[in-house]
């Protein structure tokens, strides 16, 4: 069995650059496109963003491989304007790879308003995932002898629990993207999407490093 603490997400394909944007709001005006960015292209950028005029950013998209733990994999998939594929329970068997805290954490305050701290003492951290790896242990032996027994993957499958890695591709075109990024990349955001979602924004950046760089400068928000 494998532990991790951390997802990863990587680029498998996209569409559109900087001037991609350029050339779809300059269309409106029978416009030629440019290949190239300069000051007025950078401040047609701002101006969009400025203003809130997100269809030219809908000419970009992005397609990405991720791995995650499966109670993040549910919280990416609300954001539901984007395409998901994710490895299939009922067709393949599952890896034993499963997620422990790097620094286990405590919660305080109230429903829809905690706050988070690490937790301090070594002993609690230590114990923490101790019970974690045990009880991932457990459930993959269970998952193993099912699949021994001749059970079917997709009823086997209901004995791993959601730290359980899972797979999967999310093709996104640019304004989606902003929406996520606003929501999981914001502090109140869950350590391990924020993490990734950090992952995206810099995956991103440096291949739309002038719109990336006006959208952070116009607050990061949704367009």
Not at 34 to 44: H, M, Q
Not at 92 to 98: C, K, M, Q, T
Request: glycine share 8%.
């Amino acid at each position: 069995m494998e532990f991790r603490s951390k997802g990863s997400v990587s680029i498998q394909d996209y569409m559109g650059d900087d001037c991609t944007i350029v050339n779809a709001a300059r269309v409106s005006f029978a416009r030629n496109g440019t290949f190239e960015i300069g000051g007025a292209e950078r401040g047609l950028i701002r101006f969009l963003l400025e203003n809130r005029h997100g269809t030219p950013f809908e000419h970009v998209t992005f397609t990405f491989l991720v791995e995650c733990p499966i109670f993040v994999a549910r919280e990416w998939f609300r954001h539901r304007i984007g395409s998901f594929n994710e490895v299939s329970g009922r067709y393949s068997e599952l890896a034993p790879v499963f997620w422990v805290p790097e620094v286990p954490r405590t919660q305080r305050g109230k429903a829809g308003a905690y706050h988070f701290t690490p937790i301090g003492d070594p002993v609690v951290q230590a114990r923490t995932n101790i019970t974690l790896e045990a009880l991932y242990g457990l459930a993959w032996q269970a998952y193993e002898a099912l699949l021994s027994d001749g059970v079917a993957k997709e009823v086997a499958r209901t004995v791993l629990p959601v730290g359980t890695f899972t797979r999967f591709y999310w093709t996104v075109n640019l304004r989606s993207l902003f929406n996520f990024l606003s929501l999981r990349n914001a502090p109140q955001a869950q350590a391990e999407i924020r993490e990734l979602a950090q992952d995206v924004e810099t995956l991103v950046s440096h291949r739309l490093p002038e719109t990336m760089a006006a959208w952070r400068e116009a607050g990061g928000t949704a367009v």
